[in-house]
């Protein structure tokens, strides 16, 4: 396993791999793996000859209260790991090597970006959008592997492929959880022995919502009104957000039909935590 800290170099590598006819199979992270990362890189491995994973805290997709300096990060560990899977390179640039200079071009993915957390957290999908447009354009896979984890993130970035032509096929992989139904996050981290207990609300919330669209419930409100009460009653988190939206558009409902993806952010004092999941209705 190879670490590469230089574009040029990755690039050149990415160049051999495609005359030797290799698919390569790439997945982006942050770092501080888990399980849910590891999930998506047998994944990529799978599906590809050359299997990339990058790790770079995006200091672009950030805002300027947030988490960027605190972030965990864990280098040595998650070569360790990266190692035992199989992985063939990990694409770990500095700062400086990404953003050499003041950055002047941005992707930005419009209506999709607007709401969910991007109502919140103003400027972030056009830091993902960005780096991730860069790290296409180093790592030049032909396929690369997203978390369902961050749906919105995943659908912005299938859009953005879309719409500017990345020749690169993006495929969302399941959310993977911890045995009590918490999403794994590198964030879970942050949590205090009694906030980690108390965030399994959150997935018990998304399931109550399917139990409510399958027992016939069409008011995206009434199940709103349920998922708040249960977090606030059962949690000292602080809701940010629940929402129902389309699956494919991300726009509020009205009634719920067709496939929906009921998501939610909530804080537990300084760690956001988001969760979701997808229900077709009838
Ligand atoms: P991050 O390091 O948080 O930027 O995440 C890197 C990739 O891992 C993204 O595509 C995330 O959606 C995905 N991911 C994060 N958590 C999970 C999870 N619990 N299950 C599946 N994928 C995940």
Known sequence: MKVVKKIKEMQKLADKYRTQKKIIGFVPTMGYLHEGHLSLVRIAKKKSDICVVSIFVNPLQFGPQEDYHIYPR??????????????????????????????????????????LCGRSRPGHFEGVAT????????????????GQKDYQQAVIIKKMVKDL?????????????EKDGLACSSRNIYLSEKERKEA??????????????????????????????????????????????????????????????????????KARLIDNILVQSG
């Open 200 to 269: 399994v609300v959150l997935y018990q919330s998304l399931l109550l919502a399917k139990e409510m669209i399958t027992k016939g419930e069409r008011n995206p409100e009434e199940i709103i009104k349920e998922m708040k009460k249960l977090i606030t009653t059962k949690s000292s988190g602080k809701i940010d957000y629940i929402e129902i939206v389309d699956a494919d558009t991300l726009q509020p409902i009205k009634e719920i039909r067709g496939k929906v993806c009921i998501a939610l952010a909530v804080f537990f004092d």
């Open 165 to 177: 032509n990345f020749d690169v096929k993006i495929i969302i992989a399941p959310t993977v959880r």
């Open 74 to 115: 864990d280098f040595p560990r998650d070569k360790k790991l990266l190692k035992v899977l199989g992985v063939d390179i990990i694409f770990y640039p500095e700062v400086k090597e990404m953003y050499p200079e003041e950055q002047l071009t941005f992707v930005q993915v419009r209506k999709l970006s607007e709401g």
């Open 131 to 146: 780096v991730v447009a860069k790290l296409f354009n180093i790592v030049k896979p032909h396929i690369a592997v997203f």
